[in-house]
C-alpha cells in the first residue's frame, strides 16, 4: 500500500542546500525579505538539518475553502504518520471526496511546510 511516510531529513539534503545557506552567511538577502520570510528560512534550514519536524511559520496558502482544509489537515499529522487519500478525507469529514483530497494535495505549493507531498491513493481494495 503506498503511503505518505514523512521521514527525518537526509545528510545529503543538507549539502543541496549549502550554497544557499553560505550565501546568507556572506549576507546575501532576498528581495522583499521581512520577519516572516526570516523566520521560513531559519524553520525550513532547521527542518534540514534535523533540528525541527513542525513549521510554526504563519501561511496564507491561497486555495479553495476545502483546500486549505486538507493543507491544514496535513499539517497537523504528527511526524512520521502514515496515511493515504481516504484516510484524510474521512478525517475531514468528506469520506467521498477522496479525489478531491488528491487534487487539493497536488495544488500545494508550499510542499516542505505543508507536509507529505507524497501522500497516495490506497492500493489495497
Request: proline share 3%.
Amino acid at each position: 500500500m503506498p503511503t505518505c511516510r514523512a521521514r527525518e531529513p537526509k545528510a545529503e539534503n543538507v549539502d543541496f542546500f549549502s550554497d544557499i545557506k553560505e550565501a546568507l552567511a556572506l549576507g546575501f538577502r532576498l528581495a522583499g525579505e521581512n520577519a516572516h520570510t526570516r523566520q521560513a528560512e531559519t524553520e525550513i534550514a532547521e527542518y534540514f538539518e534535523g533540528k525541527r519536524r513542525q513549521f510554526s511559520v504563519a501561511l496564507d496558502a491561497s486555495g479553495s475553502d476545502f483546500q486549505r482544509g486538507v493543507w491544514n489537515a496535513l499539517r497537523a499529522m504528527e511526524f512520521g504518520e502514515v496515511t493515504h487519500y481516504a484516510d484524510l478525507a474521512a478525517r475531514l469529514g468528506a469520506p467521498n471526496s477522496v479525489r478531491a483530497v488528491a487534487g487539493a494535495n497536488g495544488a500545494n505549493r508550499i510542499a516542505i511546510i505543508i507536509p507529505c507531498h507524497g501522500l497516495s491513493a490506497r492500493m489495497d481494495r
